[in-house]
């Protein structure tokens, strides 16, 4: 319509060209340069989402991409995306759950796209791109801090603790990061808590920018154009408010442009950090920061009165009183209880954290502005959170929207957490994440259940975003064979026992005729201690190196370790079943034991199981089985990794043929083909790759 536009917009610059769509036939095409120059083998899958990844970049929107393993899935959303931001001067943010994929993006595909982009001249310039990691503010070593607790080490430290400090002021004098998984072994959390770059007294205002870690990597990610960061810090950051003010454009920067790989597992780490965490150790590490009784140190020490630590004393009492009452009401007979009405528990420490919250407000007014006053500011913020918290719990104040319970964990199952999550995930993944005018790539090799992507468009709020499905390149029906065990007693208390001898049989035959490593996969961490206990000494008769989830190292450090010795068994539940990538015959076999059905007793799924049935649905059908085909899918994906990769998948849950939904399951496995076998026939039927 003419006449509409006004003169400020007709004087605006028009936006520069999107050169990605162009570019994108340029690179993956049959002669493109990956293959004419890099000498890489043409895939038309990852043509086909390198285009669509371009495409979605260019119209700022969301889009869904399933890309099984092979298809190269980096390279082709890295590529458009690294010429779209610097096209654009907008900044690419890469978020991944696992390390592992985090170190395979920064330290083999960033430069391969370098090398992309030195080939050819039309794209010298993308080569100069710069990309960061983006780790959370509290694993930083912050020298302003560090400085302030060495000059008041008498004030803040008991004696034992004045050797911790002088450890960590050694190392931070040659330490190029300042992350603290750098020292080993890692300093204990009294001391790192007063050093660490988490607070407000590291600051730009209050640190030097060129000796400041955190300062430093925060210039760091402001100037690159690749910026990575795992799922967990992502949401963190959206669930404190980072994403910025509704209507801004971006998701965690201003006007970035978003991956999400592994995107399979978004809507479950969203659940865990769109809610309520509040743990005894953590509120009592908290106040104990501020006074600690015993050492009698802490910040209050140097900068209170004695009314102040009592106020400090007396909170942390009330707080073990307050949870040592939740742990015997509510946990003795179980580890997870679900909270349903108020009155759990008396609100005795909300008089105390009141208290406390006002002492330290006077505080920190009567300092002139600068770092002290900042840091006791902050601390009085933090106790308010709790505080509001607490109130939240106890009042289960959005009953409506989220579940609530009480939970012990660590090691020593001693630690009481209250916890929240929302019912529902998608409205806040569509507000915080879908909804920002900004391209969000939501991508994995397992989003689909039986072909359908809707469940996962429906789960993370996008049911009408652009999707597609580009199925693996590799050779499945020549390189993996699938053998499942139709005589394992089907899951039942009554047969729990021969079950585990069944499946412990079963482990034992299969680890000891199959050369390379094995993969073991449970679902169940007692059952894998319990045929751990009897299989590892089987295991080194035969020299065959054991490692188990849990025990000694890392799932990263496990992983690696699998992968040097070559002939290795491990055994893992959960996390193990999805990013574990070990190519070769250090990994050329899979057993599952069970179907990685998740605990339909978990508040979570409890409560989502009764909103489903509310609006007519079957909670089976439409959440735990989607759920479970897809980590499935993730467990035998562990095996073939590369086109070379070759090994067998064994099923030890005979509910794949014995029940109706079991056919769904063998519908994922690539090439749909396996070989049953029982106990009596398995010494001719089944046939490993040697």
């Given at each position: 319509m003419i006449g509409l536009q006004n003169e400020h917009e007709r004087l605006l610059p028009p936006p520069p060209p999107a050169n990605a769509p162009r570019l994108a036939t340029r690179i993956f095409a049959a002669d493109g340069l990956l293959t004419d120059r890099l000498k890489l083998e043409h895939r038309p899958q990852q043509e086909a989402m390198a285009h669509a990844v371009a495409a979605a970049m260019r119209d700022d929107v969301p889009l869904l991409f399933e890309a099984g393993t092979g298809v190269g899935k980096s390279l082709a959303y890295l590529l458009p995306g690294?010429?779209?931001?610097?096209?654009?001067?907008?900044?690419?943010?890469?978020?991944?759950?696992?390390?592992?994929?985090?170190?395979?993006?920064?330290?083999?595909?960033?430069?391969?796209?370098?090398q992309v982009f030195a080939s050819a001249p039309e794209l010298d310039p993308y080569t100069r791109f710069k990309s960061a990691v983006l780790v959370g503010k509290a694993n930083y070593l912050c020298p302003t801090r560090l400085a302030a607790a060495l000059r008041d080490k008498h004030e803040l430290f008991a004696t034992p603790e004045h050797s911790e400090l002088q450890r960590v002021a050694a190392w931070a004098a040659t330490s190029k990061e300042g992350l603290r998984h750098e020292l080993v072994p890692p300093p204990g959390p009294e001391v790192w808590d007063l050093v660490s770059a988490d607070s407000a007294g590291c600051s730009r205002k209050h640190c030097d920018g060129e000796r400041c870690f955190y300062q430093r990597a925060r210039a760091r990610v402001r100037s690159a154009q690749v910026v990575i960061v795992n799922h967990s810090l992502l949401f963190t950051l959206l669930g404190a408010g980072a994403g910025g003010?509704?209507?801004?454009?971006?998701?965690?920067?201003?006007?970035?442009?978003?991956?999400?790989?592994?995107?399979?597992?978004?809507?479950?780490?969203?659940?865990?950090?769109?809610?309520?965490?509040?743990?005894?150790?953590?509120?009592?590490?908290?106040?104990?920061?501020?006074?600690?009784?015993?050492?009698?140190?802490?910040?209050?020490?140097?900068?209170?009165?004695?009314?102040?630590?009592?106020?400090?004393?007396?909170?942390?009492?009330?707080?073990?009183?307050?949870?040592?009452?939740?742990?015997?009401?509510?946990?003795?007979?179980?580890?997870?209880?679900?909270?349903?009405?108020?009155?759990?528990?008396?609100?005795?420490?909300?008089?105390?954290?009141?208290?406390?919250?006002?002492?330290?407000?006077?505080?920190?007014?009567r300092f002139e502005d600068g770092r002290e006053r900042d840091e006791l500011q902050q601390q009085a913020d933090q106790i308010k959170a709790c505080q509001a918290g607490l109130r939240e719990f106890l009042a289960l104040a959005d009953a409506t929207n989220s579940v609530y319970w009480a939970e012990r964990s660590g090691r020593r199952q001693s630690i009481v957490v209250l916890r929240s999550a929302p019912i529902e995930v998608a409205p806040l993944l569509r507000e915080n994440l879908l909804r920002r005018d900004t391209a969000v790539v939501l991508t994995s090799a397992t989003l689909t259940v039986s072909g359908d992507i809707q469940p996962f468009a429906s789960r993370v709020g996008a049911p009408d975003a652009r999707a597609a499905v580009e199925a693996s390149p590799f050779d499945f029906a020549r390189n993996m064979r699938v053998y499942v065990a139709t005589d394992v007693p089907l899951p039942s208390p009554q047969e729990a026992k021969l079950a585990l001898d069944v499946l412990t049989d079963y482990i034992g035959f299969c680890t000891q005729r199959t050369a390379g490593g094995s993969l073991v996969l449970f679902t169940s961490y007692a059952d894998m201690k319990a045929v751990a206990a009897t299989l590892e000494p089987v295991f080194a008769s035969i020299r065959r190196p054991f490692f188990m989830q849990g025990r000694d190292w890392s799932r990263t450090e496990l992983t690696r370790r699998l992968q040097s010795v070559g002939n290795g068994v491990l055994f893992g539940t959960d996390s193990f079943w999805t990013g574990i990538d070990v190519p070769g015959d250090a990994l050329a076999q899979v057993i599952i034991t069970r179907l990685p059905f998740e605990v339909p007793t978990h508040p979570i799924l409890e409560a989502r199981a009764e909103r489903c049935r509310e609006n007519g649905g079957n909670p089976f059908n439409e959440l735990t089985l989607p759920d479970a085909l897809i980590r499935f899918r993730q467990g035998v994906g562990r095996l073939i990794r590369t086109a070379q990769d070759r090994g067998v998948v064994t099923i030890l849950d005979s509910r794949v043929t014995h029940k109706a939904y079991g056919r769904m399951f063998l519908k994922c496995l690539p090439g749909d083909r396996h070989t049953p076998i029982t106990r009596s026939d398995r010494e001719a039927k089944f046939q490993p790759f040697m």
């Open positions: 690294i010429i779209h931001a610097i096209d654009q001067s907008r900044q690419l943010v890469v978020s991944t759950h696992t390390i592992a994929l985090q170190e395979q993006l920064e330290q083999k595909d960033l430069p391969l796209c370098r003010a509704a209507g801004s454009r971006g998701v965690l920067l201003a006007d970035d442009l978003v991956v999400l790989d592994e995107a399979h597992t978004v809507p479950d780490v969203a659940t865990d950090h769109f809610g309520l965490h509040l743990s005894s150790i953590g509120v009592e590490r908290m106040l104990r920061h501020l006074y600690n009784p015993k050492s009698r140190k802490g910040l209050l020490a140097k900068h209170g009165d004695p009314a102040d630590r009592m106020l400090a004393a007396d909170a942390l009492e009330s707080a073990r009183q307050f949870f040592a009452f939740v742990d015997e009401r509510l946990l003795t007979k179980q580890s997870v209880v679900r909270v349903r009405e108020t009155g759990v528990a008396e609100p005795c420490l909300d008089a105390p954290l009141g208290a406390l919250h006002l002492a330290l407000k006077r505080r920190a007014d």
